[in-house]
């Protein structure tokens, strides 16, 4: 499903971090509910909406690392900037300076939807890929057709290199088995904060 010109401008910022060794995990989950809370109820001016999930493995990441992945919707890129102020002024600022102190790292990157229906609800997989070689972009889209018409799938294009990531990730309800040139890898998503806790 190609999205409307309005929805093609939705981007994920996409940032993961995980506690320093010692720090509490539920403790550290609970900071970042109180962080993400505090900025649904602020709203910046282009922020939509935002959900955290635990995720492990991911190979961009150091090894053994149980990150935490938070997804932040933004109307389109002026939203960066409102929300990165919101992030650290009041009210957000003490809750995500607790947060913050407590993180031994992260890494983020800039997505923008592709294909498919937002619906992160349905998000239990995020399938990571690239663009087979020699592959044109709007072939790729076609090669994803069938699976982007899917329920609950959608697919987010990194944007100008600003990530960690394969340049691809596919949210989806289950693990999807694609062809090796895919070079795809499968992250399972727990959530920990669903946007309207």
Not at 19 to 24: A, I, S
Not at 76 to 101: F, T
Not at 114 to 124: K, L, P, T, W, Y
Request: glycine share 6%.
């Amino acid at each position: 499903m190609r999205p409307t010109a309005e929805v093609r401008k939705m981007l994920a910022y996409v940032f993961w971090h995980w506690p320093r060794p010692g720090v509490d995990r539920s403790a550290y989950e609970q900071d970042l509910r109180e962080f993400h809370r505090a900025l649904a109820t602020e709203k910046p001016s282009g922020f939509q909406y935002s959900l955290v999930f635990r995720v492990g493995n991911a190979p961009w990441l150091p090894a053994n690392v149980d990150a935490c992945e938070d997804w932040y919707l933004l109307d389109a890129s002026p939203a960066l900037d409102v929300l990165n102020e919101a992030a650290v002024s009041s009210p957000s600022k003490q809750v995500h300076d607790r947060a913050a102190r407590s993180a031994a790292g992260g890494v983020a990157g800039l997505y923008r939807f592709r294909r498919g229906r937002i619906d992160f609800n349905q998000a239990h997989f995020a399938v990571w890929l690239s663009k087979p070689e020699g592959t044109s972009y709007e072939d790729f889209y076609a090669l994803l057709d069938e699976i982007t018409s899917r329920s609950g799938v959608s697919l987010w294009g990194r944007q100008m290199v600003l990530g960690p990531t394969p340049e691809f990730c596919l949210l989806t309800p289950a693990e999807l088995s694609l062809d090796k040139e895919f070079n795809a890898v499968n992250l399972s998503l727990d959530p920990i904060w669903n946007g309207s806790e």
